[in-house]
């Protein structure tokens, strides 16, 4: 690897881990977008998203993003940046992105990304469903199954985004980290 890999892709399909296992073979700082905006806010995504919506959180991740051009620019060093799982639809934050560096699109199957997401989730005593990402709690879901059938939506279009913004695609197949880990290093050492 001889630049800045930029890991995109949807929420829970592995950005932070792959990107985490990347970073330390590659001995290079690792960077979170969404952890930039916590830092520079005070505030995490989904408190800016819930309470101030969709246009003042991409703002916030717009910032986090030129935070981090500033930063390697400065220090002169290649590193592994996760993203939040909707920068997609961030055009701003992906221009300054794809100046950092070439962005992957991590691709985990449908289902796997989905049971992760239903696995943090919680019933609460009155039916609704808590610990839910933005995109999917605005629905107000009644029962896991509308849960999966939003998700299906996002999944569709969210993919047809990443694919047309990524410089290069990966797909996590249903092994162990580990393998992931091993098959996507082999793919990086060629970029």
């Known amino acids: 690897m001889n630049k800045t890999l930029v890991i995109i892709g949807i929420k829970h399909c592995g950005k932070s881990t792959q990107g985490k296992l990347l970073a ?3 001995n290079c700082p690792f960077y979170d977008t969404d952890d930039i905006v916590t830092e520079l806010t ?3 995504p989904r408190e800016i998203y819930t309470a101030q919506g ?4 991409m703002e916030q991740e717009t910032a986090a993003c030129q935070y981090l051009a500033r930063k390697l620019n400065a220090d002169k060093k290649q590193a592994i940046i996760a993203t939040g799982g909707g920068i997609c639809n961030n055009t ?3 221009a300054i992105l794809k100046q ?3 962005l992957l699109l991590l691709l985990a199957e449908e289902e796997a990304a989905c049971r992760r997401i239903v696995y943090d989730a919680k ?5 609704t469903i808590a610990n839910l990402p933005a ?3 605005s629905y107000q879901p009644k029962s896991f199954e509308e849960v999966q059938s939003i998700f299906h939506t996002f999944y569709e279009e969210r993919t047809k985004k990443y694919t047309a913004i990524a410089d290069v695609v990966f797909f996590a197949e249903a092994v162990s980290i580990e393998e992931n880990s091993r098959r996507l290093i082999a793919l990086c050492d060629t970029l």
Request: glycine share 12%.
């Open 54 to 57: 969709e246009d003042a959180f």
């Open 100 to 102: 950092i560096g070439s």
């Open 24 to 26: 330390k073979h590659y």
């Open 92 to 94: 701003s934050a992906v």
């Open 42 to 44: 005070g505030k995490t």
């Open 123 to 127: 019933t609460l005593p009155d039916g």
């Open 135 to 137: 995109y999917i709690a």
